[in-house]
């Protein structure tokens, strides 16, 4: 089963959706201080084995610069990151790519298609 943290920047209606979907979503809220940095997170995802959901570019610039293939991030570039507009296609992307994933992946996703690079990262 795939594994999700959702990051502070995306609200907690993403657990409930992405929890139906047969994925096991925990909101950052809920592990760790709201006020975390997101390096905090990052180090949390990887030792807890769970993507982070975000749509905080910061996160693929930790994954560049630290040559991590591990956690796997998924990045929605979408005006529009509700759970209600996105939750669907993120959790059809989750499943569809659980096995990148868990190996170490990044994906960014936009409304037209989605792209997945396998980690670590090279520069």
Request: aromatic content about 4%; hydrophobic content about 50%; glycine content about 8%.
């Amino acid at each position: 089963m795939i594994r999700v943290v959702v990051d502070m920047n995306l609200g907690g209606s993403w657990v409930g959706g992405l929890s139906a979907a047969g994925i096991d979503a925990v909101h950052w809220s809920s592990v760790g201080h709201p006020t975390a940095p997101d390096a905090e997170i990052f180090a949390w995802a990887a030792l807890n084995d769970r993507v982070i959901l975000t749509c905080d570019l910061d996160f693929t610039d930790i994954l560049a610069s630290s040559g991590a293939n591990k956690p796997s991030v998924l990045v929605l570039r979408v005006r529009d990151v509700t759970a209600l507009s996105m939750g669907r296609a993120v959790a059809n992307v989750l499943l569809r790519q659980e096995d990148a994933l868990k190996q170490g992946a990044l994906i960014m996703l936009d409304a037209a298609r989605s792209r997945l690079r396998v980690l670590p990262l090279k520069r």
